[in-house]
T-cell receptor
Framework: GNSVTQMEGPVTLSEEAFLTINCTYTATGYPSLFWYVQYPGEGLQLLLKATKADDKGSNKGFEATYRKETTSFHLEKGSVQVSDSAVYFCALVPRVGNTGKLIFGQGTTLQVKP | DTEVTQTPKHLVMGMTNKKSLKCEQHMGHRAMYWYKQKAKKPPELMFVYSYEKLSINESVPSRFSPECPNSSLLNLHLHALQPEDSALYLC????????????????FGQGTRLTVV
């Protein structure tokens, strides 16, 4: 079946540290991949996406590259800020079937300390 | 305007009450969604509407009744809920139901935090 696995959190970093949140997936064919962010008390915001292999999504200093060889879509940021503290969800939409359904990972909580 | 607006933001209801959650978007999107999110968990899909017709019901109990009066509005009618239904209810919309092609990503609202007492 289709699934997304994220590294368990919480991830605690100091301001300006380098961030990596791991995400791997299982899917039939080549899915579209997404990172959503949820700030405390809010809904989800689309952070970035990639729709085919080797695509790099980027936004607000965050990046993720679609790696079909390793079935991964790791989220990175070179220098985190306190305002980046949130829950990050990796998600996929399968290439076949299941149209309309985002399949989410369990989420990774990021805490950035000043 | 990339906004999905949900009302109310907070709702407390008794187990015998009837209430409704509302969702509105003005992006011209033709697919709209209801998700349920429990604390520290990812969102779970409940319903998908495409062109104002219900296309996916993820085996949701009948005490949750969705309605799509027009292409901009989505309601979720609640009746005889249980305390375990307390959660954040998220509405989302997208250009199309496919979600996997460029420009069809889903946009989420801020959610309605529901407490059933």
């Amino acid at each position: 079946g289709n699934s997304v696995t994220q590294m368990e959190g919480p991830v605690t970093l100091s301001e300006e540290a380098f961030l990596t949140i791991n995400c791997t997936y299982t899917a039939t064919g080549y899915p579209s991949l997404f990172w959503y962010v949820q700030y405390p008390g809010e809904g989800l915001q689309l952070l970035l996406k990639a729709t085919k292999a080797d695509d790099k999504g980027s936004n607000k200093g965050f990046e993720a590259t679609y790696r079909k060889e390793t079935t991964s879509f790791h989220l990175e940021k070179g220098s985190v800020q306190v305002s980046d503290s949130a829950v990050y969800f990796c998600a996929l939409v399968p290439r076949v079937g299941n149209t309309g359904k985002l399949i989410f990972g369990q989420g990774t909580t990021l805490q950035v300390k000043p | 305007d990339t906004e999905v607006t949900q009302t109310p933001k907070h709702l407390v209801m008794g187990m015998t009450n009837k209430k409704s959650l509302k969702c509105e978007q003005h992006m011209g999107h033709r697919a709209m969604y209801w998700y349920k999110q429990k604390a520290k968990k990812p969102p779970e899909l409940m319903f998908v509407y495409s062109y104002e017709k219900l296309s996916i019901n993820e085996s949701v109990p009948s005490r949750f009744s969705p309605e799509c009066p027009n292409s901009s509005l989505l309601n979720l009618h609640l009746h005889a809920l249980q305390p375990e239904d307390s959660a954040l209810y998220l509405c989302a919309s997208s250009q199309g139901r496919m979600l996997r092609t460029e420009g069809t990503e889903a946009f989420f609202g801020q959610g309605t935090r529901l407490t059933v007492v």
